[in-house]
């Protein structure tokens, strides 16, 4: 089995194939907007689907950008249920300390 760490905070997690650069939970619940405000994601529905909000306002955020600890990633609705996200580009293994 492939072993895959977050790449925002080196947690050891399972490797899913179709999900390279995912982030864990924890990194995930810190998702903020380009503005700083806090972002929820969740699906639509039972059936899935892709909705996200503002966490203050409880308004409707129109896009899959959001930032972990100030790097870029893409929020999206997961295949096995669920919100999945994952950074856009992975960090150099040179800063990685
Ligand atoms: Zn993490």
């Known amino acids: 089995m492939d072993n895959h760490n ?3 905070c080196d947690k050891e ?3 899913y194939e179709r999900y390279p ?3 864990c939970k924890e990194c995930s619940s810190r998702a903020v907007s380009k503005t700083g405000r806090k972002l929820i994601f969740s699906n ?3 059936s899935g689907g892709y909705i996200a909000y503002y966490e203050d306002t409880k308004e ?3 896009s899959h950008l959001c930032f972990i600890d ?3 990633c893409i929020a999206d609705e997961a295949r096995f249920g669920g919100i999945v996200i994952q950074v856009k580009k992975i960090k150099s293994k040179i800063a990685n300390m």
């Open 13 to 15: 997690l399972k490797a």
């Open 70 to 72: 100030g790097v870029e």
């Open 6 to 8: 977050c790449p925002i």
């Open 44 to 46: 639509i529905d039972f």
């Open 21 to 23: 650069n995912y982030v």
């Open 60 to 62: 409707k955020y129109n």
